[in-house]
C-alpha cells in the first residue's frame, strides 16, 4: 500500500518516468530549493517592477496630460495650416508619409483619406471618453475636437494614429519575453553557483555515512566562508570526530582480542589436562564448547575488524568456487548433524579469482545461519552459484519464518539482531551477516538481503572482469 501511494505521488525516480508531466513538474517546484529560489526572485522582480511602472506611469501621466494638450492642439493647428483651404491632397499625402498618423478630409468639394484600408477612429466613443477623454475635447469654449479642424471653406480634417506604425509592438512584446527568460536563466545559474557547495555537502554526508573519511567536504573561500562554508567546516569536523572514535572503538576492539587469545589459549590448554574420567568428562566437554564459542567469537571481531580497515588486504587466487561450496556444505553439515542436508545448485564455473579464506568464511556464516533459522519440517536451504552479467551470485535461501521488514536494513550490521535475546544457539551476537557484507563490498560487491516468502534470501555479488 505504501509503495503504491508513493507511485501515485511520484516520489522514487522509478515512478517518476510514468509519472505525468505535470506531477513532475510540480514535484521538481516542492522539492528543488534552487528552483523556488528563481521562483521567489523573478515574482518578487516582476511585482516590483509593475508596482513602480504603474505607480510612475499614474504620476506622470496626471500633470503630463494637461501640459500635452495645448502642445497637441497647437501642432495640429500647424498640420491644418499646411494642408491649406481649400485641402491640398497632395500636401495632406506628404504628411501622411513623413508621419505615422492618418488623415481624413470630407467636405463639399474634397473626400479624400490617407489609408483606405484603415478603420476611421471614433473619437467620440464611449471607450475613449472612459480612458482618453483628454484625446477627446480640447476643452474650449467652442466644443472643438481635439484631433478634428474645420477649414474656412467648410472641410473637416480629421487625424488619427497610424496602426501599421504599431506592427513592432509584437516584436517588442517577444524581445521584452526573450529578455525576461534570459534573466530568469542567468539567475538560475547563479543561484544553482551559489547553492552548488550544498552539493559537495551532500556527498560528503553521504561518503561519511559509509564510512569512508579519506576525502573532506570542500569548502569555497575557506579564508572567509559564507554560512555554506561554515556548514561544510561543521560537518568536516563531526566526520573528523566520527572517524576518530571509530578508529578508537576498531583499536579497542583489536587490543581486547589479542590480549583475550592468550588467557583462552591457557584455558584451553588446562581444560584438555583434566582427566578424561566420566565425573568430568560432561563438565570438560562444556568447557571446550564455550572455549571454542569464545575463539570464534574473537576471530570474528579480528577478522571484521581487518576487513573494515581502509587497508584490507585480499589474497587472490584462482578458485573453484562449486568446489569450494561443497567442502564448505560438508563441514556446516558436520557441525549441525540433526539439520537437513544442503541443496548446492552450480552452474559450470570456471576459475575465478577470489580469497579463498574470505570466501570460505562468507559461505560457512551464510550457511550457518540459514540452518540456525530453518524448522526441521521445513525444506532444506539452498545454495545457488551462477554467473549473471559478469558478475559471480551466490544466493543462500532457507524456508524459516523470515525477518520482519524494517529489520532488513539492519541485519548486515554489527552486533544487530532483530530479537533482544543473546542466545548463541538462536542467533549468534550478530557478526555472521556483517562479515558477509565485508567480505562482499572487500572484493568490489555487495549484500543484499530479502525476504523469499517463506524464509530469508541473501544474495552475495561479486563483479568478475570480462
Known sequence: MIRRAAARLCLT?????????????????????RIRLVLVFMALAVTVAVTFMGGVQKAVSVGWREAARPLLMDYVDRLTTEIGSPPSIERAQAIAERLPVTLWIDGPVVRWQSHPDQPRHDWGGAKLREEDHWLARAGDDQGQRLLQRMTADGHSIEFGLNALSWDKRPRIAWGTLTVLLLLTALAYVYVRHLLRPLDDIRRGAQRFGEGNFGQSINVRHAHRPDELGHLAITINTMGDDIHQMLEAKRALLLAMSHELRSPLT??????ELLPETAEVQGQRQAL???????????NDLLESERLAGRHAALHREPTDVAALAREVIDDVGARHPGAAGIVLKA???????????RLRLLLRNLLDNSLRHTDPAAPPPELRLRMVDNALWVQVRDYGPGVPDDHLPHLAQAFYRPDTARQRTTGGVGLGLYLCRLVAQAHGGSLEIANAQPGLQVTARFPVPS
Open 347 to 357: 552452474d559450470a564455473l570456471p576459475a575465478l579469482d577470489f580469497d579463498k579464506s
Open 266 to 271: 591457557r584455558a584451553r590448554l588446562n581444560v
Open 288 to 298: 571446550m564448547r564455550d572455549l571454542a564459542e569464545m575463539s570464534g567469537l574473537i
Open 13 to 33: 525516480p522509478d515512478d517518476e518516468r510514468d509519472c505525468p508531466w505535470h506531477r513532475r513538474a510540480r514535484n521538481a517546484v516542492g522539492y528543488s530549493l
